[in-house]
């Protein structure tokens, strides 16, 4: 049974950092392409930032050029880097793969961007 476990988010203020850690046992993540994904209250799960089949990586406009995905293959953890964060970016985040048929989510990591 696959188990994803995200980590790293907290309270930060407005321009800070954050990085998120996606670990997960029962798979081996570098054989998919994995993504982060995020919920703000009241909107639908969307994603932010991935890898390609190719190995590649996609963001969504909104975070283009301030977040950062990456990945440890030996410690079977990708993560997402955080930069110059904003308001906007407060949400539950979590990892999983883009695929149609996903894994069970985790519970995800609470990112809270204020002043």
């Known amino acids: 049974q696959v188990q994803l476990v995200e980590s790293g988010g907290g309270l930060v203020q407005p321009g800070g950092s954050l990085r998120l850690s996606c670990a997960a046992s029962?798979?081996?993540?570098?054989?998919?392409?994995m993504g982060w994904y995020r919920q703000a209250p009241g909107k639908q799960r969307e994603l932010v930032a991935g890898f390609t089949s190719s190995g590649s990586t996609n963001y969504a406009d909104s975070v283009k050029g301030r977040f950062t995905i990456s990945r440890d293959n030996a410690k079977n953890t990708v993560y997402l880097q955080m930069n110059s964060l904003k308001a906007e970016d407060t949400a539950v985040y979590y990892c999983?793969?883009?695929?149609?048929?996903?894994?069970?989510w985790g519970q995800g990591t609470q990112v809270t961007v204020s002043s």
């Open positions: 999983n793969k883009q695929a149609i048929l996903k894994f069970t």
């Open positions: 029962g798979t081996i993540l570098s054989i998919y392409a």
